[in-house]
């Protein structure tokens, strides 16, 4: 059984029923009156002269589920709502927008946030209260909602100067907090102070940084990795390797159906907060392939097919783009789908497999999973490794290839049972930028691993957003149940290029090129801050909310800013056009002040200044009809090694000559780059030097390196 589609009642069906997203529909037959963004609501709320109570969540959020058990399906409560405000719901990944603004207002006022989001704020949208989860009652748990809806109500009416005054003085605060004074260009010291103050918050023994609630932030292994590549410095790569090892050990790896959980509760990352987001499978993809070309360690290969495994399995929709999101809950309760008694365990792979499974999963009849508000042991498990199947090998006098194929045969039947149970929902709409990572893992991992079948889904994910999340050029963010909407985010484009950009190198076709060219200008014309410089998050034709924000940190994604300094190099480099360039730089120095307060917030962005800091190389493969099987040899030995300061061109009239897009119409420099000697010829330039050609991967490694 799988919950696919969320369901309705029927009854009381408030201003949410002819929404498409899966979070609003969710909510569409609670007591409460609920609308969602947009004119009416606000128009009510001015007119009834009532503060506007604003919820943000998303569809597989499980603290969203329990306030939403409690609080909005309670009748007392709708009444109370109903009664004294008017209510929106809005769901953060379809508005990110929206999100972004009134998340940073929770941060100011209360020093954190999260999900669920509960905002109050005046008819005109300027808020004055914020918080996240809030139980219905006051106890031990905080703050009940009961009480909050009571005292704002209070407030309102005998000390509504105060608050409007608060309101003002916070929108006045949101305004300014996108507004930098512009610095230098950052040079190579920007890059060790991120290193190292990444090194003072790694966790030596367990991997990751920080030590609660622990997040894979895989833009944090990519800047390690480049760090690694660009200095030589060894503990980078071994925070990488670490990191990677552990979480693929842990509980927050799905060892039975593949794919990630979103993060740990705890330092070893065995417990996991159960939902699995495309994102995470989609960076963690780049991560693990990246530090294979690094290392060459078969498992970092292993690790990626079999996230792309679970996504195309089970996150692809059948007109091939992807899904968003999978549930933590199941039949109300988290982790359900995932957990196993070791009863069950032995009942499904006999007593002797069963033990050895057991054993090497951490798997005991007291369980391992603890019940969240007693913190008893439930006699359920979480599956997890705290060794590696060397380790195990050791220990238990087996050979690693018969242990793993022992393993293996054990989880196919327990996958199998699984499938039988109830499923967590699943957000089945399709988002342009978190398809963008997809597309940009897929083509990566088929370039590195010569699986064609992953950039054939990458294709036919880039073919979807063509076809159906366009309108007029510009694209849309959102695609459920037929209906494109909501204007395209910086995400969305910067995503999309850069999955563009790795289908181009997985294919050479001009086409992808191309494409991206097209989508950076429109960034430039519609997003860019023509009188301070940097992104904003929404483009100029777009009704603002509240504030237009430009932001570069990064969070549990990277931020559009961050990425698009990496595209921009990236195209600078394969192009010649000094424009990018020069929109590097601007963008830049914009956040320079701010990355030098706090680098390790912006790795991402510090990936694209390691590329830009050089050295840096643009390089040209040339061959005719007569070499194709030569440039396939070099381009598939050259994928396999770590690169991320190359860009590869292909200049060749064979059958790897790509579309009807004339290559030396996007890139300056073709003409002259020919073959020599009637062999694969390599022209390499970087730096301000162009090198004499050469005719093997041997002499193209020996000028990069």
């Given at each position: 059984m799988s919950k696919n589609t969320p369901q309705t009642a029927g009854k009381n069906q408030n201003h949410l029923k002819n929404e498409k997203s899966p979070y609003l529909l969710q909510h569409a037959d609670n007591p409460v009156d609920w609308y969602p963004w947009g004119d009416q609501a606000f128009k009510k709320a001015k007119s009834e002269n009532k503060p506007i109570f604003l919820s943000i969540g998303y569809s597989t959020c499980h603290w969203c589920h329990v306030m939403a058990r409690e609080s909005f399906q309670d009748p007392e409560i709708g009444d109370l709502m109903n009664q004294i405000f008017v209510s929106v719901k809005v769901d953060r990944e379809e508005r990110p927008?929206?999100?972004?603004?009134?998340?940073?207002?929770?941060?100011?006022?209360?020093?954190?946030?999260?999900?669920?989001?509960?905002?109050?704020?005046?008819?005109?949208?300027?808020?004055?209260?914020?918080?996240?989860?809030f139980p219905k009652e006051s106890g031990g748990r905080g703050a009940g909602l009961r009480d909050l809806i009571l005292n704002v109500n209070d407030l309102w009416h005998n000390n509504k100067d105060d608050l409007l005054k608060s309101a003002d003085d916070l929108t006045s605060?949101?305004?300014?907090?996108?507004?930098?004074?512009?610095?230098?260009?950052?040079?190579?010291?920007?890059?060790?102070?991120?290193?190292?103050?990444?090194?003072?918050?790694?966790?030596?023994?367990?991997?990751?940084?920080?030590?609660?609630?622990?997040?894979?932030?895989?833009?944090?292994?990519?800047?390690?990795?480049?760090?690694?590549?660009?200095?030589?410095?060894?503990?980078?790569?071994?925070?990488?390797?670490?990191?990677?090892?552990?979480?693929?050990?842990?509980?927050?790896?799905?060892?039975i159906g593949f794919g990630f959980h979103r993060y740990s509760v705890d330092r070893q990352w065995i417990l996991p907060h159960f939902e699995k987001m495309l994102y995470d499978q989609a960076l963690l993809v780049i991560a693990y392939t990246e530090a294979y070309q690094a290392t060459r360690k078969k498992e970092y290969r292993e690790t990626a097919e079999e996230i792309l495994e679970y996504v195309l399995r089970d996150m692809r929709s059948p007109e091939g783009a992807f899904y968003s999101a999978e549930d933590a809950?199941?039949?109300?309760?988290?982790?359900?789908?995932?957990?196993?008694?070791?009863?069950?365990?032995?009942?499904?792979?006999?007593?002797?497999?069963?033990?050895?499974?057991?054993?090497?999963?951490?798997?005991?009849?007291?369980?391992?999973?603890?019940?969240?508000?007693?913190?008893?042991?439930?006699?359920?498990?979480?599956?997890?490794?705290?060794?590696?199947?060397?380790?195990?090998?050791?220990?238990?006098?087996?050979?690693?290839?018969?242990?793993?194929?022992?393993?293996?045969?054990?989880?196919?039947?327990?996958?199998?049972?699984?499938?039988?149970?109830?499923?967590?929902?699943?957000?089945?709409?399709?988002?342009?930028?978190?398809?963008?990572?997809?597309?940009?893992?897929?083509?990566?991992?088929?370039?590195?691993?010569?699986?064609?079948?992953?950039?054939?889904?990458?294709?036919?994910?880039?073919?979807?957003?063509?076809?159906?999340?366009?309108?007029?050029?510009?694209?849309?963010?959102?695609?459920?149940?037929?209906?494109?909407?909501?204007?395209?985010?910086?995400?969305?484009?910067?995503?999309?290029?850069?999955?563009?950009?790795?289908?181009?190198?997985?294919?050479?076709?001009?086409?992808?090129?191309?494409?991206?060219?097209?989508?950076?200008?429109?960034?430039?014309?519609?997003?860019?801050?023509?009188?301070?410089?940097?992104?904003?998050?929404?483009?100029?034709?777009?009704?603002?909310?509240?504030?237009?924000?430009?932001?570069?940190?990064?969070?549990?994604?990277?931020?559009?800013?961050?990425?698009?300094?990496?595209?921009?190099?990236?195209?600078?480099?394969?192009?010649?056009?000094?424009?990018?360039?020069?929109?590097t730089l601007a963008l830049e120095r914009y956040f320079s002040s701010m990355i030098e307060r706090s680098p390790s917030a912006f790795t991402m962005f510090l990936a694209g200044t390691a590329l830009k800091l050089g050295p840096s190389f643009e390089i040209v493969i040339s061959g005719n009809n007569n070499t194709n099987e030569e440039i396939r040899a070099m381009l598939n030995a050259a994928a396999k090694e770590y690169l991320p300061n190359c860009v590869f061109i292909l200049n060749s009239d064979g059958i790897w000559k790509s579309d009807d897009i004339r290559l030396n119409e996007l890139i300056a420099n073709l003409e002259g780059k020919t073959m020599i000697n009637n062999q694969v010829t390599a022209y390499v330039c970087g730096n301000g030097t162009c090198y004499p050609p050469v005719n093997s991967l041997e002499e193209l490694l020996d000028i990069i390196n």
């Open positions: 927008d929206i999100d972004s603004v009134y998340m940073t207002a929770c941060q100011m006022i209360t020093g954190s946030g999260g999900w669920p989001l509960t905002i109050i704020m005046t008819p005109d949208l300027k808020p004055f209260f914020a918080g996240t989860y605060s949101l305004k300014k907090i996108s507004h930098f004074e512009p610095g230098d260009e950052l040079g190579e010291n920007i890059l060790k102070q991120a290193y190292q103050s990444l090194l003072d918050n790694f966790d030596d023994e367990y991997g990751g940084f920080g030590d609660y609630q622990k997040f894979p932030t895989p833009h944090h292994l990519l800047f390690l990795l480049r760090y690694w590549k660009l200095t030589e410095e060894a503990n980078a790569l071994t925070m990488v390797e670490k990191t990677l090892d552990a979480l693929v050990q842990g509980g927050v790896y799905d060892h809950d199941s039949e109300w309760e988290e982790g359900k789908f995932y957990l196993w008694t070791k009863g069950e365990i032995i009942e499904l792979l006999g007593e002797d497999n069963g033990e050895l499974f057991c054993q090497i999963y951490n798997v005991s009849f007291e369980g391992n999973f603890k019940e969240e508000a007693t913190g008893q042991k439930t006699g359920k498990n979480v599956i997890y490794r705290n060794k590696s199947w060397d380790e195990l090998s050791s220990q238990l006098e087996k050979t690693p290839e018969e242990l793993w194929w022992k393993m293996e045969s054990a989880r196919e039947k327990l996958f199998n049972a699984r499938e039988k149970r109830v499923h967590p929902h699943k957000d089945d709409k399709i988002l342009t930028d978190w398809n963008g990572l997809i597309i940009a893992a897929l083509a990566l991992a088929g370039k590195v691993y010569g699986r064609e079948d992953y950039v054939l889904a990458a294709k036919e994910a880039l073919d979807f957003i063509k076809n159906h999340m366009q309108i007029e050029g510009r694209l849309m963010h959102r695609w459920r149940d037929g209906e494109a909407a909501v204007d395209g985010n910086l995400d969305d484009y910067a995503y999309l290029i850069w999955g563009l950009l790795e289908l181009y190198a997985a294919t050479f076709k001009s086409e992808y090129l191309s494409m991206a060219l097209k989508l950076n200008q429109d960034l430039k014309d519609h997003f860019w801050d023509h009188d301070e410089g940097a992104f904003f998050f929404t483009p100029d034709y777009t009704k603002e909310v509240l504030v237009r924000q430009k932001k570069a940190y990064d969070t549990a994604l990277p931020s559009g800013n961050s990425v698009e300094m990496l595209n921009l190099e990236r195209l600078y480099l394969l192009t010649g056009n000094t424009k990018n360039k020069e929109t």
